[in-house]
């Protein structure tokens, strides 16, 4: 069974830009999670995805958004990239939502903004 | 708000040393907590999880006990290999949907 897969794996923009990041969850989950993992902050959540709605978001500006297609695929867009925006993105699947329901996590995006 | 606390790395160990990284949250309800593991240049792997008090999550010879009343998760194992270093993060997770709030993460480094 494939693993959950995030395109592209790296990526190199500048201030101002703005960027979309793709995850495919494993077949079978409709559960999609983003995260924000940076040396200084750590992981930090930033929205999930459960049956094409956001059921929860965390403490990021409205920059940062995301959507989920009827395949339970998803996206994350950035919109006027700052330097801070740099950090590798990490997007997790779960079969269901709910308390316990275990995550898998794709190997991430790496972004660097310069 | 929700939070969780861990020891401040890096871990030096010999291979075949005991581990405990220690592990402490703060919870408004009644989460699930979980340990994942990095491994260098991997994504993020689920070790083991807990989702009751005294519960014990085991995974790979690495133990965590739910302890309610002192808030904590601490990670365990008696022995531990090379293969061992990574990146260890204490979690939790207490909403509806299965948003997970991650500690700063604990690097282990073993040698032989």
């Known amino acids: 069974k494939a693993g959950v897969t995030q395109t592209p794996r790296y990526l190199i923009k500048t201030r101002g830009q703005q960027v979309t990041l793709s995850c495919s969850p494993i077949s079978g989950h409709r559960s999609v999670s983003w995260y924000q993992q940076t040396p200084g902050q750590g992981l930090q959540f930033l929205f999930e995805?459960?049956?094409?709605?956001?059921?929860n978001k965390g403490n990021f500006p409205g920059r940062f958004s995301g959507r989920q297609f009827s395949n339970s695929r998803s996206e994350m867009n950035v919109s006027t990239l700052e330097l801070g925006d740099s950090a590798l993105y990490l997007c997790a699947s779960s079969r269901e939502l709910g308390l316990g329901n275990e995550q898998f996590f794709g190997p991430g995006t790496r972004l660097t903004v310069l | 708000g929700d939070s969780v606390t861990q020891m401040e790395g890096p871990v030096t160990l010999s291979e075949e040393a005991f581990l405990t990284i220690n592990c402490t949250y703060t919870a408004t309800g009644y989460p699930s907590l979980f340990w994942y593991v990095q491994y260098p240049g991997e994504g993020l792997q689920l070790l083991l999880k807990?989702?009751?008090?005294?519960d014990k999550g085991s995974n790979k010879g690495f133990e965590a006990t739910y302890r309610k009343e002192t808030t904590s998760f601490h990670l365990e194992k008696g022995s531990v290999q090379v293969s061992d270093s990574a990146v260890y993060f204490c979690a939790l997770s207490e909403q509806a949907g299965t948003a997970l709030i991650f500690g700063k993460g604990t690097t282990l480094s073993v040698s032989s």
């Open positions: 995805y459960f049956s094409e709605t956001q059921r």
């Open positions: 807990a989702t009751k008090a005294d």
